[in-house]
C-alpha cells in the first residue's frame, strides 16, 4: 500500500506542477516522460552499483578540491575564522565564490568551458527538450551551486532574453554547493545525498519544461564567446573576476541575513497572537499530504512533514540537525525520502540570493523578471525535492 502511495505521488507532483504552468500548451509531455525514465535508470544504478557511486563520488572529489583551494587564501586572509571547529556560512558557502568565478573565467578564457558548455549541453539537451546552455546549467549546479554556476555563466546570461533567464531562476532553487556537501555528509548517509544530487538536476530540467517551456531557433541555441576584441588580457579578467567575486559575496550576504531575519519576526508576530506558533509549523501543516505521498505512515509522515517546514523557512541545515538526532530510530525508507528531500538549497532565503546573484550579473531591468515570478520558484523548489525524494523512496523499503 505505500509503495502504492508513494508511485501515485510521483504523479500528483506532476499534476499540480502542471496545474501551476501559465502555458500548458506549450509543456512536451516527450520530454517529461524521457527525464522520468532516466532518472529511475540513474537511481537504479546509483543504489544498485558500487561503479555509479564511484563516478559520483570522484566528480564530488573534484569539486571538493577547489573548494579545498578556495579555503587556502581565505585562510590566509582570516586564519582564525577558518581555524574554528564550525566555520561560519559566510566563510564556508560564500568566500569560496571568489575562487570559484576566477577559476572558471579562467577556463572561459582560454575557450574551454565553452566548448564544454556547448558539447555537454547538446547531450543533456536530447533528453530535456531545453536549449543547451539551460541544459549545461542543471549539470553545472549539481556541484557548483546556484550563485557560484550563475556567476560562471553570467556572459551567457547577459544576453539571454528575459524568459530564458527564468528558467534559470526556477531552476537554481535545486541546486546545491560542493562547499557544503562536506557538511551534509557530516549528519546524513552519504548514499542519499549522493542519489539526491543528479536526481535534482534532472527534475529541475523536467519542472523548468513545464512551468517555463521555452522554444528557441536552432539559430539562438548556441553558446555566447564574446569577440576577441572585447576580451582584456589575463590578467585584467582575473582581477575582474575576483572584484565580480567579492560583490557577488556581499549581496548574497545581504540578501540571507534580511530573510532570515524576516522571517524570525514574523515567527514572533505569529506567537503573539497564537502561542507557539510559526512559519515553519504553518508549512509542515500545508504540506503534510505531500509527506503521506512519499509512502510513509503516520507518525513519520508527520515528522517528515516537519523536516519539509523547517527546510523551507529557514534551510536545510536546521532540519538535517534535527534529523540527525533521531535518524536510528527511523525506518530506512524514511530515512532516504527525507534526506534526499533536505539535499537541495529550496527555500526563502535562497529565493533572495538568486535575486542578488541576478542583480549583480545582469542589468537591473532583466532581474525584474525574478522578482516578479517568485511563486515559480517556489513551487519549483518543492516540486523538484518531492520528485527526487519519491523517486529514491521507490527503491528502498
Same mark, same amino acid.
Given at each position: 500500500?505505500?509503495? /502504492?502511495?508513494?508511485?501515485?505521488?510521483? /504523479?500528483?507532483? !506532476?499534476?499540480?506542477?502542471?496545474?501551476?504552468?501559465?502555458?500548458?500548451?506549450?509543456?512536451?509531455?516527450?520530454?517529461?516522460? #524521457?527525464?522520468?525514465?532516466?532518472?529511475?535508470?540513474?537511481?537504479?544504478?546509483?543504489?544498485?552499483?558500487?561503479?555509479?557511486?564511484?563516478?559520483?563520488?570522484?566528480?564530488?572529489?573534484?569539486?571538493?578540491? #577547489? $573548494? @579545498?583551494?578556495?579555503?587556502?587564501?581565505?585562510?590566509?586572509?582570516?586564519?582564525?575564522?577558518?581555524?574554528?571547529?564550525?566555520?561560519?556560512? +559566510?566563510?564556508?558557502?560564500?568566500?569560496?565564490?571568489?575562487?570559484?568565478?576566477?577559476?572558471?573565467?579562467?577556463? %572561459?578564457?582560454?575557450?574551454?568551458?565553452?566548448? !564544454?558548455?556547448?558539447?555537454?549541453?547538446?547531450?543533456?539537451?536530447?533528453?530535456?527538450?531545453?536549449?543547451?546552455?539551460?541544459?549545461? +546549467?542543471? $549539470?553545472?549546479?549539481?556541484?557548483?551551486?546556484?550563485?557560484?554556476?550563475?556567476?560562471?555563466?553570467?556572459?551567457?546570461?547577459?544576453?539571454?532574453?528575459?524568459?530564458?533567464?527564468? %528558467?534559470?531562476?526556477?531552476?537554481?532553487?535545486?541546486?546545491?554547493?560542493?562547499?557544503?556537501?562536506?557538511?551534509?555528509?557530516?549528519?546524513?548517509?552519504?548514499?542519499?545525498?549522493?542519489?539526491? !544530487?543528479?536526481?535534482?538536476?534532472?527534475?529541475?530540467?523536467?519542472?523548468?519544461?513545464?512551468?517555463?517551456?521555452?522554444?528557441?531557433? =536552432?539559430?539562438?541555441?548556441?553558446?555566447?564567446?564574446?569577440? =576577441?576584441?572585447?576580451?582584456?588580457?589575463?590578467?585584467?579578467?582575473? @582581477?575582474?573576476?575576483?572584484?565580480?567575486?567579492?560583490?557577488?559575496?556581499?549581496?548574497?550576504?545581504?540578501?540571507?541575513?534580511?530573510?532570515?531575519?524576516?522571517?524570525?519576526?514574523?515567527?514572533? !508576530?505569529?506567537?503573539?497572537?497564537?502561542?507557539?506558533?510559526?512559519?515553519?509549523?504553518?508549512?509542515?501543516?500545508?504540506?503534510?499530504? +505531500?509527506?503521506? /505521498?512519499?509512502?510513509?505512515?503516520?507518525?513519520?509522515?508527520?515528522?517528515?512533514?516537519?523536516?519539509?517546514?523547517? =527546510?523551507?523557512?529557514?534551510?536545510?541545515?536546521?532540519?538535517?540537525?534535527?534529523?540527525?538526532?533521531?535518524?536510528?530510530?527511523?525506518?530506512?525508507?524514511?530515512?532516504?525520502?527525507?534526506?534526499?528531500?533536505?539535499?537541495?538549497?529550496?527555500?526563502?532565503?535562497?529565493?533572495?540570493?538568486?535575486?542578488?546573484?541576478?542583480?549583480?550579473?545582469?542589468?537591473?531591468? =532583466?532581474?525584474?523578471?525574478?522578482?516578479?515570478?517568485?511563486?515559480?520558484?517556489?513551487?519549483?523548489?518543492?516540486?523538484?525535492?518531492?520528485?527526487?525524494?519519491?523517486?529514491?523512496? /521507490?527503491?528502498?523499503?
Amino acid at each position: 500500500m505505500f509503495f /502504492l502511495l508513494n508511485a501515485i505521488g510521483v /504523479l500528483v507532483v !506532476i499534476g499540480v506542477v502542471y496545474l501551476c504552468s501559465p502555458n500548458k500548451r506549450n509543456v512536451r509531455w516527450k520530454f517529461i516522460l #524521457l527525464l522520468l525514465v532516466v532518472e529511475f535508470l540513474i537511481t537504479w544504478f546509483m543504489l544498485s552499483t558500487r561503479i555509479g557511486t564511484w563516478i559520483i563520488n570522484q566528480i564530488a572529489s573534484f569539486f571538493t578540491w #577547489l $573548494i @579545498s583551494c578556495a579555503n587556502e587564501g581565505i585562510s590566509f586572509v582570516f586564519p582564525s575564522a577558518m581555524a574554528n571547529e564550525q566555520v561560519d556560512f +559566510f566563510f564556508s558557502a560564500l568566500m569560496p565564490i571568489i575562487f570559484i568565478i576566477t577559476f572558471f573565467d579562467i577556463l %572561459t578564457y582560454f575557450g574551454i568551458l565553452t566548448w !564544454i558548455i556547448d558539447k555537454v549541453g547538446w547531450i543533456i539537451a536530447k533528453v530535456s527538450g531545453l536549449p543547451k546552455l539551460e541544459s549545461f +546549467f542543471s $549539470i553545472q549546479m549539481m556541484f557548483l551551486g546556484n550563485t557560484e554556476a550563475l556567476a560562471v555563466l553570467r556572459q551567457q546570461l547577459s544576453v539571454l532574453s528575459q524568459q530564458r533567464l527564468l %528558467t534559470f531562476g526556477i531552476m537554481s532553487m535545486s541546486s546545491i554547493s560542493g562547499s557544503i556537501i562536506g557538511a551534509y555528509l557530516s549528519m546524513v548517509p552519504a548514499t542519499y545525498v549522493f542519489v539526491a !544530487i543528479p536526481l535534482n538536476c534532472l527534475n529541475a530540467l523536467l519542472i523548468a519544461n513545464m512551468l517555463n517551456p521555452v522554444d528557441v531557433s =536552432k539559430e539562438e541555441d548556441i553558446v555566447y564567446v564574446p569577440d =576577441k576584441g572585447q576580451r582584456k588580457d589575463f590578467f585584467s579578467t582575473i @582581477s575582474n573576476s575576483m572584484l565580480v567575486g567579492i560583490r557577488m559575496v556581499i549581496v548574497i550576504a545581504a540578501m540571507v541575513i534580511g530573510y532570515v531575519a524576516l522571517t524570525a519576526s514574523l515567527n514572533g !508576530i505569529l506567537g503573539f497572537f497564537v502561542e507557539g506558533l510559526t512559519v515553519q509549523k504553518i508549512f509542515s501543516i500545508i504540506f503534510s499530504p +505531500f509527506a503521506y /505521498l512519499l509512502g510513509l505512515s503516520g507518525k513519520d509522515a508527520m515528522y517528515v512533514a516537519q523536516l519539509m517546514g523547517i =527546510k523551507l523557512a529557514t534551510n536545510e541545515f536546521v532540519a538535517m540537525l534535527d534529523l540527525k538526532d533521531k535518524i536510528s530510530s527511523l525506518a530506512p525508507h524514511t530515512v532516504a525520502v527525507a534526506v534526499t528531500f533536505l539535499t537541495s538549497f529550496a527555500n526563502f532565503s535562497t529565493v533572495g540570493m538568486i535575486y542578488g546573484t541576478f542583480n549583480s550579473v545582469v542589468d537591473e531591468e =532583466k532581474s525584474h523578471i525574478i522578482g516578479r515570478n517568485v511563486w515559480k520558484l517556489l513551487v519549483s523548489g518543492m516540486a523538484v525535492s518531492l520528485l527526487s525524494a519519491m523517486v529514491v523512496g /521507490l527503491f528502498i523499503w
